[in-house]
């Protein structure tokens, strides 16, 4: 994971890099106290707020109104995807940010798999190269399977993915997937957009 000195850095040599909150305007400065306070509450560990605030957020706050519910979402989806276990969101996240080439994204996500043990690094390693690991578990070969489908066949979910899902994960299991492979790529594209780099791309 990167450290709040490197995000700095990163989000200095992408398209929008960081910029105090004295010079952002009245709706982005109540967006990034917004944005600061949901980031510390939901990922409570040392450096999130400040690595996201650094990296994520400068993208977001060009619309404050559509950043900030792009973080509600994010904050809902871990209240409300019950049945959805950390290791099958993250194979889901994974697949989507590989996909779409967002490289702080993948990273970023493919250290948290490894961090919380969600995923071996190995695993978290292949997903991130666009590989199918041998073996995942029966949750995360299903998330597989249904973030596949969603990104690159695309078409209706077949009903033996909807009915395997349900089963699985639940109703609200399965649609909250369905909504973090919508998010990942709504953020993919937007970091993308913004060309933010991955740590160790920037010298």
């Not at 109104?65 to 290791?87: I, Y």
């Not at 949750?139 to 349900?166: K, S, T």
């Not at 990942?184 to 780099?197: E, F, I, K």
Request: proline fraction near 7%; include cysteine.
């Amino acid at each position: 994971m990167a450290t709040i000195q490197q995000s700095a850095e990163i989000g200095a040599h992408s398209r929008l890099p960081p910029r105090p909150r004295s010079e952002l305007l009245p709706d982005q400065q109540a967006f990034h106290d917004y944005f600061h306070a949901t980031i510390s509450e939901k990922a409570p560990h040392p450096g999130a707020s400040e690595r996201a605030g650094n990296t994520l957020f400068p993208t977001l706050a060009v619309l404050p109104k559509t950043g900030r519910t792009q973080v509600d979402m994010l904050a809902l989806l871990e209240e409300e995807a019950v049945g959805l276990p950390a290791d099958a969101r993250e194979t889901a996240s994974l697949v989507t940010t590989a996909l779409f080439k967002s490289a702080y994204v993948t990273h970023i996500h493919k250290m948290m798999a490894i961090k919380q043990k969600s995923l071996t690094e190995a695993q978290a390693e292949m997903l991130a190269r666009r590989e199918r690991p041998g073996d995942l578990n029966e949750g995360c070969e299903l998330a597989w399977e249904i973030a596949h489908h969603l990104l690159e066949v695309r078409g209706p979910l077949p009903q033996e993915l909807w009915d395997r899902g349900n089963q699985r994960f639940g109703l609200e299991g399965t649609i909250g997937l369905v909504h973090y492979v919508s998010l990942l790529a709504w953020t993919s594209m937007g970091m993308n957009a913004a060309d933010v780099p991955a740590p160790g791309s920037v010298e």
